[in-house]
Nanobody, 124 residues
């Protein structure tokens, strides 16, 4: 079992940057695929990025490719999402999530563990 706590959200102008961090409890962090999702008001939760257990393979939503970078540190039990440059359409609550298995990285229902979320607001 793993517990997840996000941090690093905030208010930023368009073109700015933020780094989200997710701290995980438990000794089996390195066995989980880790993902970042986001949910804007009135919209469904959507996939943003995911990274495999070893950190050598990642996947991104098309609209964030080249702007966002996911990384993990298995020694520190953390997974980060560097976001730059930000756009107003990136405004949402961002969630960290963990899953087992190698398929379905972009499917929220495949993730068994979720953080409480952190708000990211990008002003134009």
């Amino acid at each position: 079992q793993v517990q997840l706590v996000e941090s690093g959200g905030g208010l930023v102008q368009a073109g700015g940057s933020l780094r989200l961090s997710c701290a995980a409890s438990g000794r089996t962090f390195s066995s989980y695929v880790m993902g970042w999702f986001r949910q804007a008001p009135g919209k469904e939760r959507e996939f943003v990025a995911a990274i495999n257990t070893g950190g050598g393979l990642s996947s991104y939503k098309d609209s964030v490719k080249g702007r966002f970078t996911i990384s993990r540190d298995n020694a520190k039990n953390t997974v980060d999402l560097q976001m730059n440059p930000l756009k107003p359409e990136d405004t949402a609550v961002y969630y960290c999530a963990a899953k087992t298995g190698i398929t379905g990285w972009d499917i929220p229902q495949r993730y068994g563990y979720w953080g409480q979320g952190t708000q990211v607001t990008v002003s134009s």
